[in-house]
């Protein structure tokens, strides 16, 4: 099974930017879809986006829809979260998640262990 782990968490004022990563290790990431996830405290877990094995497809919750980008270097076995203008209400932990489309959660085989973003006001 592949394991995942994120970087690039951290705090930033609001309109600022971070990018995550999301490095895979031990089973070829080859052929996996990956997502994007997050949690801010007391509210569950929903999708920020998700990118095809190829890239060609990918996918963004309403949300972060001209502010995040979604993207991945299978040579590297890695995928991105490229986040700009951020805002408060982005605060939360965001995971990485490995499976197959939709990234639906019967779908998702793998997460990471989450990073930390906070978005100062």
């Known amino acids: 099974q592949v394991q995942l782990v994120e970087s690039g968490g951290g705090l930033v004022q609001a309109g600022g930017s971070l990018r995550l990563s999301c490095a895979a290790s031990?089973?070829?990431?080859?052929?996996?879809?990956m997502g994007w996830f997050r949690q801010a405290p007391g509210k569950e877990r929903e999708i920020v986006g998700a990118?095809?094995?190829?890239?060609?497809?990918?996918y963004y919750a309403d949300s972060v829809k001209g502010r995040f980008t979604i993207s991945r270097d299978n040579a590297k076995n890695t995928v991105y979260l490229q986040m700009n203008s951020l805002k408060p209400e982005d605060t939360a932990i965001y995971y990485c998640a490995a499976g197959r489309l939709p990234m639906a959660a019967r779908n998702i085989d793998t997460w990471g262990q989450g990073t930390q973003v906070t978005v100062s006001s």
């Open positions: 990118i095809g094995w190829s890239a060609g497809i990918t």
């Open positions: 031990g089973r070829t990431f080859t052929g996996y879809a």
